[in-house]
């Protein structure tokens, strides 16, 4: 991709896609002369823009088997996570007031439980097994009969694992409980039929998959219909569920980023996987390091490893030729490391010395070979400064060392 | 968020790297920080004990960036101090030195509690 640039190597396709060209080639006509607003009903400029919009709304419905009218727009994931769960909590609050999630799922849904915790609904935060994937059984065992919704992501964003929605969601239509799946790192890469995968709301954003920033999608399901209360009031576009004007590019590029993903997610995969093996394979026998989450179940798009005794961030910081991020919180105010590591059971130690690459569409074989040369490189001498990396070869047990934590 | 370029310096070249024998008379050990709270520093300082000054230092630091380059910027400091100078050494200092962040005040805290524990160690090895 000639408009981005090679250095440092991309490898953070987890915390955003490069745009596809093609995708914005599609786009700029409707920053440029096709600047009507799509709910003008009264003219021609307003009439080519929604027929775009509804062109990209089949688009984007099409990647996971729905109905385009199943397909309510939005400024992106963390919109569409609040109003999935704010708007079927307060609709269907005379039924029960109590929610369940996972310990693991991205914070636009943890806090957005938060905030209804506060509005005096009560939430369950299941923990996960130690591959990172949701127990059948844990789940089962907390749901209850005021249970009104469950709350599972596709993809997690930070160790890849990809959770049994299939097997989730049959089990809440057997209780008569909603389901909400947050899919902003499933799509494109899993794949998704609402036709026949019994989800309720899925959560869709756009620039996880080769789309513009800025845009996202509720899924809504018709039949049986899911009902919301509306969290953004005016025009009442959306048909009433989220109103404001649809930006019309923004629709279109996240359309053709979809049409690209339904066209090409077996090749994207097939080559993401070599490239994950290969990544693996190069760094396996480095010593002490461990794969975060189950090692099969999961997109091949994301390597999340814990190298002992390193320290996340001053490994990046020797990486310099990789854009990558970490597990470990020191670039944060607080001292915690990840939230989703934790909920693995991983030590802090471990947490804190975590990798996550994630590869996609323009990621190159010789990018991943830099990728290991440079971490085996980096791990190596940081292990030589590192006073837990010598206890370890010393054979000193980490966990009887009374640390002066501070 | 960006290091600055002494920080960045001293990761690069780290000095003093290494470890004494523990065991050493003339040697005092610090050791801080908790791998949960993604810091550990072992400083280590070779004392003349005729003199009582600083002859020799050396770290090693499990940390970020920050830590690393504050313990190896003490280890430098140390030399040629008394043990009361070395222990007298202020984070502030450290942290100017390494136009530090807010966030990362605490590496100096660290390296500053580390000179502080290895002082205190050799100190309690003389103290018959």
């Known amino acids: 991709m000639e408009s981005t640039p090679h250095f440092p190597i991309y490898m953070d396709y987890g915390a955003t896609t490069p745009c596809d060209p093609r995708v914005v080639d599609v786009m700029i006509p409707w920053l440029r002369e096709h600047f009507g607003n799509p709910a003008s009903r009264s003219h021609a400029w307003g009439w080519e823009a929604e027929a775009a919009v509804e062109n990209a709304r089949e688009q984007v419905a099409e990647l996971i088997g729905a109905d385009p009218r199943e397909i309510v727009w939005t400024s992106g994931a963390t919109e569409s996570n609040n109003l999935a769960l704010k708007g079927a909590a307060h609709f269907y609050q005379s039924k029960g007031r109590h929610l369940i999630t996972v310990k693991t799922e991205h914070k636009a849904v943890l806090d957005t439980m938060r905030e209804l915790e506060r509005q005096g609904f009560e939430v369950s935060y299941l923990d996960v097994q130690e591959d990172g994937l949701l127990s059948f059984d844990v789940l089962k065992a907390a749901i209850r009969p005021d249970t009104i919704l469950v709350s599972v992501m596709f993809v997690n964003n930070e160790i890849g694992v990809i959770q049994d929605i299939a097997a989730i969601g049959a089990l809440c239509r057997e209780k008569g409980i909603l389901l909400h799946v947050d899919a902003a790192q499933a799509t494109g890469k899993v794949e998704i039929d609402l036709k026949t995968l019994p989800v309720d709301l899925m959560s869709l954003a756009s620039h996880k998959t080769y789309g513009p920033k800025g845009i996202g999608a509720l899924y809504v399901r018709r039949k049986p219909r899911v009902r919301l209360e509306a969290q953004m009031h005016g025009g009442g576009h959306e048909r009433g ?98 939230y989703v590591l934790r909920a693995l059971g991983r030590s802090d130690e471990l947490a804190h010395s975590s990798l996550r690459m994630t590869i996609g569409r323009w990621t190159t074989e010789a990018e991943i070979d830099y990728a290991i040369e440079t971490i085996r490189q980096n791990v190596a001498k940081l292990r030589d400064l590192s006073p837990l990396w010598e206890m370890y070869q010393d054979g000193v047990d980490l966990s009887t060392i009374q640390w002066t934590a501070h | 968020m960006a290091y600055s370029e002494k920080v960045v310096e001293h990761y690069e070249n780290p000095r003093n790297v290494g470890s004494f024998d523990k065991g050493d008379e003339s040697v005092g050990t610090g050791m801080v920080g908790a791998p949960a709270c993604g810091d550990v520093m072992k400083l280590q300082i070779k004392v003349n004990p005729a003199t009582g000054v600083i002859e020799d230092a050396r770290f090693k630091t499990y940390g970020c960036g920050s830590a690393i380059a504050s313990s190896s910027l003490v280890t430098e400091w140390v030399k040629g101090k008394t043990l009361d100078e070395a222990a007298a050494l202020k984070n502030s200092q450290i942290a100017e030195e390494l136009a530090l962040p807010p966030v990362k005040i605490h590496c100096s805290i660290l390296a500053e509690d580390a000179i502080k524990a290895a002082v205190d160690d050799y100190k309690k090895k003389h103290a018959h």
Do not use: W, Y
């Not at chain 1, 569920?241 to 930006?247: A, K, V, Y």
């Not at chain 1, 693996?280 to 099969?296: C, P, R, S, W, Y």
């Open chain 1, 241 to 338: 569920m989220r109103s404001g004007t649809l930006p019309t590019h923004q629709c279109v590029g996240m359309g053709e980023a979809f049409r690209l993903a339904r066209l090409e997610m077996a090749q994207d995969n097939a080559k993401a996987r070599a490239l994950h093996d290969r990544l693996i394979n190069g760094l396996k026998d480095v010593e002490q390091a461990f794969l975060n989450g189950h090692a099969t179940q999961r997109v091949a798009q994301n390597i999340n490893m814990s190298f002992n005794f390193v320290e996340g961030e001053s490994l990046i910081m020797g990486i310099k030729g990789l854009a990558v991020s970490s597990g470990s919180a020191c670039t944060s105010a607080s001292l915690e490391p990840s």
